[in-house]
């Protein structure tokens, strides 16, 4: 897979409002599905959906503390990115 091809599934996995949003809040602090879910007002099954798109994606990776899981944004590009869209 080339350069563009990782960029193009990048911004596919990012394509959607509630995952840009959850990106964004997981830049800002690290927490899991049911903080997520509150902060949305989404259900839990959605924003585990979501999520997933944006692991399989390499966005964001989850760490497990005890019986919860911890997500945090790992992708230095998609860093970049929600940093330009905030300074819209």
């Excluded at 949305?40 to 959906?49: A, E, N, R």
């Amino acid at each position: 897979m080339n350069r563009f091809e990782e960029m193009s599934e990048t911004l596919k996995a990012l394509a959607h409002p509630a995952r840009l949003e959850i990106v964004a809040g997981l830049l800002e602090n690290e927490c899991n599905v049911s903080q997520v879910q509150e902060k949305l007002g989404l259900p839990q099954s959605t924003v585990s959906q979501h999520l997933k798109v944006l692991k399989n994606g390499g966005i964001i990776k989850g760490r497990r503390e005890g019986t919860r899981v911890c997500y945090t944004v790992i992708n230095k590009w998609v860093r970049e990115i929600i940093e330009m869209v905030r300074e819209e």
